[in-house]
């Protein structure tokens, strides 16, 4: 199973990142596709979850109003579209695939934490200037 991330970077308090994870290797539709940050010293935290299953989503209380989700159906891909970005929002973002999260699980009920995740991919950086 690989999950590519692509899309980190740079960017003022206030703007905008897009987050793609491509997943190859397990059956797309079978599994949760989630997101997950952690910032330095701070626990990995469950920032939202998609199931192609049904288009299910649930995103953490932090990017709730400012965060959206999206599918490349080519790519088998999720993308993560994060807006009104803040300082708080910098981390190391993690792509990651749970059956537990995924349409014979919970379905993306919420977002679910580190115990439930079956696979990870490397991570990318979002740093966010004040």
């Known amino acids: 199973v690989q999950l590519v991330e692509s899309g980190g970077g740079l960017v003022q308090a206030g703007g905008s990142l897009r987050l793609s994870c491509a997943a190859s290797g397990l059956t797309f539709g079978d599994f949760a596709i989630g997101w997950f940050r952690q910032a330095p010293g701070k626990e990995r935290e469950g920032v939202s979850c998609?199931?192609?299953?049904?288009?299910?989503?649930a995103f953490g209380s932090s990017g709730k109003g400012r965060f959206t989700l999206s599918e490349d159906h080519a790519r088998n891909a999720v993308i993560l579209q994060m807006n009104g970005l803040e300082p708080e929002d910098t981390g190391t973002y993690y792509c990651a695939a749970s059956w537990a999260l995924g349409p014979y699980g919970r379905n993306c009920q919420d977002v679910g934490t580190s115990n439930d995740v079956d696979f990870w991919g490397i991570g990318t950086l979002v740093t966010v200037s004040a």
């Open positions: 998609f199931s192609a299953s049904d288009g299910s989503t």
